[in-house]
C-alpha cells in the first residue's frame, strides 16, 4: 500500500464547477499538507499550504485537513478553463530528515 | 526574488552514457531536493542535499548521484543510461527545516534513445 493515494482522473468537469480533488493516506505521522498544481510540461507550484487539522481558504481553493480520518482535499470552486491541470497533493512529519511524500496527482480538465 | 532554475531544459542522450543536470536554488535556500517524474510512476524522490551533505535518500540505483556545492547549487549525474531513465527531473528547494514548503523548477526533459 502506498502511504498517499491520489485518483489519477481524468477528471472532467464544465466551467463554473465546484471541483473536489482528494487523498488519502496512512503514516498518521504527517502533519503538513500541500497542494502544488503542475501545468503540462512545467514543474509543480505550490497552491495551498496547511498545517495539522481544519480549512484554509485563498480565494477559489479552499483545502481541508481531516487527521482522524487521514485524509485530505482541495476544493476549487467557479472552476476555469486555466484550472486544467495535473493536482499533486504532498504531505510530511515535523523532522527535519523527513521526506515530502507525493500522491501520484489527479488531472483535472476544465472544458467551456 | 528569482526562482529555481535548472540547466539544460531538454536533453537527448543514447543508452550508455551519462548526463548532468544542474539546479540553482533559490536564494538562502540551503536544501536541494531531486526527483523523477514520469507518467507511470509520478513523482519519485531521488535524494535531498542540505549544506553540501546528502541528507535523505530514495530508492534508485548507484547510478544516480549527487552533489551540492557551498552557493548551495546543485548537480545531479546518471551514469550508463537505461531507456527507463527517459523522464522529466525535477528539483526543488527549501530553507531546510521539516514540515516546509518546496520550490520547483521548470524540469530537464530527459529522452534516452
Known amino acids: 500500500q502506498k502511504e498517499v493515494e491520489q485518483d489519477p482522473g481524468p477528471l472532467s468537469v464544465p466551467e463554473g464547477a465546484i471541483v473536489s480533488l482528494n487523498c488519502t493516506y496512512s503514516?498518521?505521522?504527517?502533519?503538513?499538507f500541500m497542494w502544488y498544481r503542475q501545468y503540462s510540461r512545467k514543474g509543480p507550484e505550490l497552491l495551498m499550504y496547511?498545517?495539522?487539522?481544519g480549512n484554509k481558504e485563498d480565494g477559489r481553493f479552499t483545502a481541508q485537513v481531516d487527521k482522524s480520518s487521514k485524509y485530505i482535499s482541495l476544493f476549487i470552486r467557479d472552476s476555469q478553463p486555466s484550472d486544467s491541470a495535473t493536482y499533486l497533493c504532498a504531505m510530511s512529519g515535523g523532522s527535519n530528515t523527513d521526506k515530502l511524500i507525493f500522491g501520484t496527482g489527479t488531472r483535472l480538465q476544465v472544458f467551456p | 526574488k528569482a526562482g529555481v532554475t535548472q540547466t539544460p531544459r531538454y536533453l537527448i542522450k543514447t543508452r550508455g552514457q551519462q548526463v548532468t543536470l544542474s539546479c540553482s536554488p533559490i536564494?538562502?535556500?540551503?536544501?536541494v531536493s531531486w526527483y523523477q517524474q514520469t507518467p507511470g510512476q509520478g513523482l519519485q524522490f531521488l535524494f535531498e542535499y542540505f549544506s553540501e551533505t546528502q541528507r535523505n535518500k530514495g530508492n534508485f540505483p548507484g547510478r544516480f548521484s549527487g552533489r551540492q556545492f557551498s552557493n548551495s547549487r546543485s548537480e545531479m549525474n546518471v551514469s550508463t543510461l537505461e531507456l527507463g531513465d527517459s523522464a522529466l527531473y525535477l528539483c526543488?528547494?527549501?530553507w531546510g527545516q521539516g514540515g516546509e514548503t518546496q520550490y520547483f523548477g521548470p524540469g530537464t526533459r530527459l529522452l534516452v534513445l
Open positions: 496547511t498545517y495539522s487539522s
Open positions: 503514516n498518521s505521522a504527517f502533519q503538513y
Open positions: 536564494s538562502g535556500h540551503r536544501s
Open positions: 526543488a528547494s527549501s
